[in-house]
């Protein structure tokens, strides 16, 4: 299933929780996951309220422990008994920003207004509604991002807050101006991030549910909810490619593996080479590339100069692309670059490579240790 969000009054952990609450997520299934944490004092409940005239689901959470400061690796212990995807990626994510905005180890980071016990039910709850509704894509578009001030454990700092800010601006999200106020906060901005959301207009598919997630404040100039629709579709956004190919049989191993190099670094999506036999019993090479239509111009010149080759084929293709995101995490010291997709995450082989070169260690215990944080 495909989920197109449309945070035309901005997003909190709440609000998609009460969305994915009212698009259908069975709220049994929804608390089973959080009790799986082990979290003691705490209720979840789906209210039926009205914001600006719409009816909506209002995901209302309470905890006995109403502590709003914590380390990170606290909750990140908690959430990590009953979900290894979508909402530890969410604080992890957020620890990230927050280390780098206050200089500090993303391990021992202190999360101040976000660092309640609420956070937990709010980041598993959400993880587990995606689930539960078989959402396979997240879509969203342009984000109503409030301005100003607002009073935090640091003192004054502006609106939107500075891990929400970071946040969107890795993930390169469309923001428009929502007046005076907090419409983004750090956790609705991190859940995005996590589920790998990409950022467009509504994408093409079969309509089966609307919903909308009430924000706690009731404003009288606008309807504060979080409005999504849920579909069938085409899995991972359809992106037209073109693919070249040319047939190669003088042309040494050193000098094609040295232009596989070349057109990645020239912006091919993927470039590869296949093994065939020619006229005359020849053993040959194909030589495949998969590149944007823009960038085909400029792989054709590589392929043709480096080769030497008189011509080659064109051919338009489709590519189902998945959603996928990247982070970076270090392994003492060494940065690591890791690929998130819908089904599983992946070291980037170079960086796993150099980090266990010079730590001594096997790849294998780089890429454990990488996993693990």
């Known amino acids: 299933m495909i989920i197109w969000l449309n945070p035309f009054s901005g997003i909190s952990g709440d609000m998609l929780l009460g969305t994915l609450l009212d698009l259908g997520a069975p ?72 280390a780098r905005i206050h200089g500090a180890d993303p391990a021992e980071v202190h999360l101040h207004e976000i660092g309640g016990l609420d956070t937990v039910v709010d980041t598993v709850g959400v ?28 003192g004054v700092l502006p609106v939107p807050a500075p891990a929400t800010a970071a946040l969107l601006a890795a993930a390169g999200a469309p923001v428009v101006g929502a007046g005076d106020g907090e419409t983004v906060t750090p956790t609705g901005a991190a859940l995005l991030v996590a589920a790998g959301a990409r950022f467009g207009p509504l994408p093409a598919m079969t309509l089966r549910r609307v919903g909308y997630g009430a924000g706690g404040r009731d404003p009288h100039d606008r309807a504060n909810a979080l409005q999504a629709l849920l579909g069938d579709g085409a899995l991972g956004a359809v992106e037209p490619l073109v693919l ?29 080479l296949s093994p065939i036999v020619m006229k005359k019993g020849r053993p040959a090479h194909t030589v495949h590339v998969l590149v944007a239509p823009e960038r085909a111009a400029a792989c054709e010149r590589l392929v043709l100069a480096e080769t030497g080759s008189l011509g080659l084929r064109r051919s338009p293709v489709d590519r189902a692309a998945l959603p996928r995101r990247t982070s970076t995490v270090e392994v003492e010291g060494h940065p690591i670059r890791l690929k ?25 215990e780089v890429t454990r240790r990488a996993l693990q944080i």
């Open 340 to 364: 998130h997709g819908p089904w599983g995450t992946k070291p980037e082989h170079d960086d796993v490579a150099a980090a266990a070169a010079a730590l001594g260690l096997p790849l294998r």
């Open 244 to 272: 070249l190919e040319t047939n190669v049989d003088d042309v040494t191993g050193e000098v094609l593996g040295h232009l596989v190099a070349r057109l990645l670094e020239a912006g091919a999506a993927d470039a590869w």
């Open 127 to 154: 993880a587990a509604a995606l689930e539960l509704l078989d959402v396979t894509e997240v879509v969203c578009g342009p984000l109503a991002l409030g301005s100003g001030t607002v009073v935090t454990r640091h």
């Open 27 to 98: 709220l049994d299934g929804v608390r089973a996951a959080v009790a799986r944490t082990g979290l003691d004092g705490w209720e979840l409940t789906a209210e039926p309220v009205t914001r600006g005239g719409l009816a909506a689901t209002r995901a209302v959470v309470t905890v006995t422990d109403t502590a709003t400061e914590r380390r990170a690796a606290e909750l990140l212990a908690r959430i990590e008994r009953a979900d290894t995807g979508v909402a530890a990626a969410a604080v992890r994510a957020i620890a990230d920003v927050e």
